[in-house]
Each structure stands twice: as C-alpha cells, then as structure tokens.
C-alpha cells in the first residue's frame, strides 16, 4: 500500500520547470509558462490559476520609467517601448518585408498608413544598414530607422515624427 | 443614523448646509430604492449570499465606504454619498477624492440623484483622467486564447479584454491595451500554488498592459490562436466600463480556480457597462473561460465581428502547408545547416519558393529563440545570415491574407457539463447507466471548439443498476482523466501522454464487481498524416497501480501497452479502435487484454448518441448512450 501512495504522490507533486525568466508578462496563465508543456498534472492547476508573480496595478511590465502616473505610456516613449519589447519580431517582419508589428512601427514614427508595404519594402532594402551586426540593440536599430528615414526623399516628408 | 458616525469626519465649507444636503439625497435615494437597483449591485459586487442577504465579492477593504459595506448595500450607498462630500483638506497626502476612486459610482449616483454642483462641489480627478486620455477607447474586444500543443489543460483557454483606441485611418490594435484579470502569485512551489488557488488565498486584481504584450505572451510564446470578438456598446458604455475598471484597479478579490477566476471578473465588468446583460447569473459552480465567450456571443447583437489571429505556430504551419515535398526537406536540413541557402537546392528555387522556405524558417526560429531560457532577447538576431537573405530577396509574400484557420471557434463547442444515460448488457447482465461530470472535453466527443485528439475529464462519475442483481454499483469515479495525443512532428518531437486517476471497476477478477482505486500514467508516440487529417494512430507504454481488499496484498502493479486508432468517417462520427495488454508482476499477479470499439454520432452541438463495445478476456460488454452537454 505504502508504494502506491509514493506512485500518487509522485504523480502529483512534479516540481515546476522550465520557468521562463525572460518574459514576466503578467497575466492568466503565467502557470502554463511556469509549467511549460511537461507531461503530468501539474498543468491542470497551471491551466486554471492564470496567475500573475506582479501586483503592480495598474502598469507595465517595462517598469515605470516609461509610464504616466497612472501606468499608460508615455506618448514619447511609445516607440521605445514598442521596440525593446518586440524586436524579434521586427527583425523578422524586416526581412520578409511585411507584417503587423512593422505597420505599427510605422505608424508610431508618424508615417501614414497608406504607405505602409511601400515603409515595409523600404526597411526591407534598407536591412543591412538597419541591424548593422548580430549585436545591434533595440535603441540602435531604431535610430538607423530614423535616420534611414530623414535620408530618403519619401518618407522624411510623409513621416511626421 | 448610524451611518453618519462612519467612516473619518470632513470638514465642509459650510458643515450644515452639507450635511443638510446629505440628508436630503439619501433621503432620496431611499425613495428610489437606489441600493436596489441592479447597477448598485453590479457596481458592488454583490451577489446573494448563502443565507439570504448579499455579499460583495470584493474583498479590498478600501473598495467599501461603510464598514458594513461587504454585506449592506444601503449603508454603502449613503456611507459613498457622504465621501463625496469630503473637503480636500481632509484628505491625507497622495489619498484620491473618494470621487475619483469611485467615478462610476460617481456618475450613476449623480444622474439618478441629480446632484446639485451648488451644494456638492464636484472634484476634478486629473489622474483619472489623464488614464482616461491615455486610452481614448472606441471599442471593447473580448479576446480568447485557445488551445496550445501538448497541454489539454489549456483547451479551458483563456479570456482578457483589449480597449480599443481611437485611431485615424491606422490599424494599430497591437499598441491598444489589454484588461487582464489575474491571481497574483506568491508561490511557485506546486503544492501550495494549487491548495492556495483552490481555496482561495490568491489575490485577484485587474491590471493593463499593451496588447503586444499579451500576443506575445499568447500568440508567439505559448503558441495559441486567439480570437478576438469586438462587442457594440456605446460610447456612454464604455465609459461606464473604464470608470468601473478604475474603481476596481486599486482593489482585489479573493481569486478561486473555479469560481471566481479570470473569465468571471471580466463578465461582471462587461454587465457594468450594458446592465441589460446577464452573464454571471448562470455561473454557479464553475467558470470556465470558453463558457464565458459562450455567454458573451448568445447577445447575437452584442458581437460586431470577430477576428482570428494565428499563433506563431499557426502562422508557420499554414507556410508548411503549402510546401512540396523538396522545400519541406530542405526546410528541415536548414534548422541542422544554416549553410544550405549557398548550396544549389536551394539556389535553383524561385524566389516566391525561396522566402516560402526562409519565412517558414524565420518563424520557426523565433518560436525556438521565445523559448529559450534567461533574457536572451536578441535570440532571432544570431539568424543574421538567413535575416540577410532573406531581405536580399526582396519579396513580399502577402500571405496573411489568406490565413487557414488553426482552431475552431469556442461557442460552437458542445456544453462543458456532461450527462449520460445509457443501457447496456455485460457478461449476460442487463445495466442501466447514469453519468456526469462537470468538465470538460472528452476523446470521443465532437472536437469544434477544443483542442484536437485531447481528452480532459474532472470528477467523471458514473453508475451502474444492474436490472437482475437489483443492485447499485459505482462503476468509475475519475478524478482527473487526461489524454494528449500530440501528432509527432520532426519538428518538436512531442510525445504524448495519458493520466488519471480515481475510482475504477475490476473486471478481470471475479470480485463482485468490486472497485479499486487506480492510477493509470502512459506514455507514447502519436501518428497523424497532416494537421488536418481526420486519422490518428498512436501507440503507449502503460503504468498501472490499482489497490483494493478484494486483491491479494491489497494491491497490484504493472504495465503494458496501447494501440489506437481514431477516425472521423464524417464530420459528425467519430470511430475509435483501442487494444491494450496489461500485466501486473507486483502485489496480486495477474493480466489480461482488452479491445474496445467505441463510436459516436453527433446529433447536434449538445447531443450525441453513442455505442460502445468491449471485451476482456471472455466477457464482452455492450453500451448504448445518449450524451446532453449543457
């Protein structure tokens, strides 16, 4: 009898693993994350918590520095923001030349929306000067954009920013 | 009136006029039966309680004006009145006017009470509505996110609302904000994570965060479609709802797995804003976040449209789709060797071909560099190479267009509750069968709206009267019964796995029908053509321990294995074909083997008729059913 409570027990108390540091998002099921998809039961409690490891209100997750008292963020600091947190997927939509972060990326630099695949084709040509090594960091490519941008004859007029 | 003693005194400009006015807007107020009315208790949180009365489910003790504010609904509502005179120099330093911490209240006490600006100066609220400005709301979406691979547990998905802004001309949804209703956490020791969130011991509170935020979390981390419903309410609406959402932004809930969880919450805020809804009320036992989105899209009217947006995964295996045969190898050789796009394969491709080949790649890469550990941020950037290429391409494949949709949607799945009625014959003995259980999704019922090949079953119970016996018995009582069939893919080599454990039948002994109690763990390898076959194949080793007194040491141990088979001949029948061996070495020695032969046609979305046949050794047992999901 006493091994068939060590086997239950061990099915039900398997430790947590797999813990993603990297992306504290807060929100319902950050217990899927903590438990990734390992097999066992655990997932089942993961599932239904949907809990969060952040009590901060009203916030985001860049820290206050970019927010408004009352945790909206700052217009000025939007494209900042939208850059550290998405730059994955930008470098991606960069290269293929579409994509709904680009547009938005767009559209936070002001350019106007019915530009957007030219914006895109233009990142695209551009993608070498932009992520100029491995190394190049969220700030730096976004500055390369912006001075892509103030150097071509277009789009320093139809974006505003 | 007791109430005037509560709360700390105020100094007015002119204390009697105030409090003159105060008596007569109460006074009012309890003509108009004001703490009667529905919005008052929506805006309280107050649902009846247990012995009569009600009781707020708020648990914040700032949310409330009057001590007894939890559980009386006119004390609180004559107790927020009088806070609505305070002066501020009563207030302490960085304390809001209690007409900024309430504004929802605020405005529906005003426009029912018609509240003189001479006699109660109205408070300007500049954090409140700076927050307001910040978010300039145009529309509220509810979003669902489904079902993500190898885990049944998240077929339950989830639900968050996003405040859409108002934008000209520009499709900006990913800057918009996300309304999230979360437990917050405090422990990541398993055990206790599960204790607390059943009984309640976690915090609930609303928090927003951009909407890029949660697909990324949703969408590209965890890989789930999500589905995204934009509901019609009116300007007047929404600002009701930001107004209550900022009421309940400094406050919590006590936060339960089952009740009062994340989907809950967000219904109670969506009935704040149009009061004519009733979302909560059918809730009693447990809120289940595909439910909700079932309550929400019954106000046919409520739904202005509703927008699929594939996950990371979806997006790539919609490119995956749309490969020959050579561009998939060569996809697949990529992930080994990066060197290959300088290779002739690859080169002799067209170039619609060759960013086919790299996009699927690109997305690949970023589905493995979300998952890597640590605050490895720039993980796609080590992709230089193929990043270079792929923009040399300088081709726009304009493919999102055309998006083949991963999931299905969640309201038109089948009810989460489940009875069944059946009748049957087993080893010559005529049985009447009576089932439920309250979720969830079961591996022969109709799968729109779940996850596919995935089972997950809590608190299953079934009884048995056998007609010549005269006799009741408990046939099964599942506590948890799991089944993950993940299609092995060369890709992410997913195994799948089965689980459950709870109350079970011994029938390969003769023991009176006897029950053991049973703990089933497999593991194994599932086949599946494609992702929209309607053929699976898959294969387990089994684990079993079963104890009971009817056995010899009380117990038996053992293993064995599975083979499966499940088909849907058409949309609405679903075939399967199970063979498994188990042999137990430990405890009482014994083994047998078993085929079933399970079917099912559905009738409708919450209805289907079943039949099931099998035989253990030489005993074979016949089911006919018929299954109501509500």
């Known amino acids: 009898m006493k091994k068939v409570i060590v086997m239950i027990a061990g099915f039900l108390f398997f430790a947590p693993s797999a813990f993603a540091a990297g992306y504290g998002d807060a929100g319902c099921g950050l217990g899927s994350m903590v438990f990734g998809d390992a097999p066992g039961p655990v997932q089942i409690f993961a599932a239904t918590t949907n809990g969060t490891s952040y009590s901060q209100g009203f916030g985001i997750t860049s820290g206050t520095s970019n927010c408004d008292a009352s945790g909206v963020i700052l217009a000025e600091r939007a494209d900042d923001v939208f850059v550290v947190q998405n730059f994955d997927s930008l470098a991606k939509e960069m290269a293929t030349g579409e994509g709904e972060h680009l547009t938005t990326l767009a559209g936070l630099l002001g350019c106007s929306a019915d530009k957007n695949t030219e914006f895109a084709s233009f990142t695209q040509q551009n993608y070498e000067a932009i992520f100029v090594s491995d190394q190049t960091t969220s700030a730096e490519m976004l500055s390369a954009v912006k001075r892509e941008i103030s150097s071509h004859p277009e789009f320093s007029s139809s974006c505003v920013n | ?630």
């Open chain 2, 1 to 630: 009136m007791f109430f005037l003693c509560l709360g700390h005194s105020s100094i007015f400009a002119s204390p009697a006029d105030s409090e003159a006015y105060l008596d007569i807007l109460v006074e009012q107020s309890r003509k108009k039966d004001l703490s009667q009315k529905r919005l008052w208790h929506l805006l309280l949180h107050y649902k009846k309680g247990f012995f009569g009365g009600v009781e707020s489910q708020e648990d914040g003790p700032d949310f409330f004006n009057a001590a007894k504010g939890k559980t009386d609904p006119q004390a609180e509502l004559a107790a927020t009145l009088k806070q609505f005179f305070s002066s501020l120099g009563s207030l302490k330093k960085g304390e809001e006017h209690p007409q900024c911490n309430f504004p929802a209240r605020y405005k529906w006490l005003k426009s029912q009470l018609s509240f003189d600006p001479q006699r109660l100066q109205e408070q300007s609220c500049p954090r409140f509505e700076g927050w307001r400005k910040g978010l300039i709301p145009e529309r509220i979406t509810l979003v669902f996110a489904s079902y993500y691979m190898n885990n049944p547990a998240s077929m339950f998905g989830h639900t968050l609302l996003r405040i859409d802004k108002k934008r000209e001309g520009v499709d900006q949804k990913l800057l918009d904000y996300g309304v999230n209703y979360a437990a917050t956490l405090d422990t990541d020791n398993a055990l206790l994570y599960s204790i607390k969130g059943l009984l309640g011991f976690f915090k609930g509170t609303f928090t927003i965060f951009p909407y890029y935020t949660k697909v990324q979390k949703y969408s590209q981390f965890e890989s789930r479609d999500l589905w995204e419903y934009a509901l019609n309410f009116t300007e007047d609406q929404i600002d009701m709802f930001l107004r209550h959402l900022w009421e309940l932004g400094g406050n919590y809930f006590d936060y339960y797995y089952f009740q009062e969880n994340c989907s809950y919450h967000i219904l109670s805020l969506l009935e704040v804003a149009n009061p004519a809804l009733r979302l909560t009320d059918s809730f009693w036992f447990h809120v289940i976040p595909s439910d909700t989105v079932k309550a929400v899209t019954r106000y046919e009217d409520l739904i202005a449209k509703k927008v699929y947006r594939p996950s990371l995964l979806s997006q790539m295996n919609h490119k995956r789709l749309q490969m020959n045969e050579q561009e998939a190898a060569l996809f697949q050789a990529l992930i080994v060797d990066r060197n290959l796009v300088k290779t002739e394969p690859y080169m002799k491709l067209n170039v619609d071909r060759k960013a086919l080949v790299l996009d699927t790649f690109l997305d690949y890469a970023q589905y493995q560099s979300m998952g890597a550990k640590g605050d490895q941020k720039t993980a796609l950037a080590g992709e230089r190479d193929i990043l270079l290429e792929r923009s040399r391409l300088k081709f726009q494949r304009q493919d999102r267009i055309k998006q083949i949709e991963f999931s299905t949607l969640p309201e038109q799945g089948h009810g989460s509750d489940r009875l069944k009625l059946g009748s049957g014959r087993t080893d010559g003995q005529i049985f009447e069968e009576f089932s439920y259980r309250p979720a969830y999704h079961d591996l022969l019922a109709k799968d729109t709206g779940y996850g596919k090949d995935s089972q997950i079953l809590f608190l299953d119970l079934t009884l048995r009267y056998y007609n010549d016996l005269h006799k009741s018995k408990l046939e099964r009582l599942q506590l948890i019964d799991i089944i993950s069939l993940t299609p092995y893919d060369q890709l992410f080599k997913k195994k799948s796995w089965i689980f459950s454990i709870g109350l079970d039948t011994i029938k390969d002994i003769e023991c009176g029908l006897c029950n053991a109690l049973k703990t089933h763990y497999g593991i194994g390898l599932t086949y599946k053509p494609s992702p929209f076959a309607p053929a699976v194949f898959y294969t387990l080793l089994d684990f079993e321990v079963e104890a009971a007194r009817q056995l010899e040491d009380n117990f038996r141990a053992g293993g064995g294995g599975t083979l499966g088979f499940l088909v849907d001949v058409t949309d609405d029948w679903r075939l399967q074909v199970i063979g498994n061996y188990l042999t137990f070495p430990l405890g009482h020695v014994s083994d047998y083997a078993q085929l079933a032969i399970n079917q099912r046609i559905s009738v409708n979305q919450n209805l289907d008729l079943r039949a099931e046949f099998s035989r253990l050794k030489d005993k074979e047992e016949w089911l006919l059913s018929i299954n109501y999901y509500f």
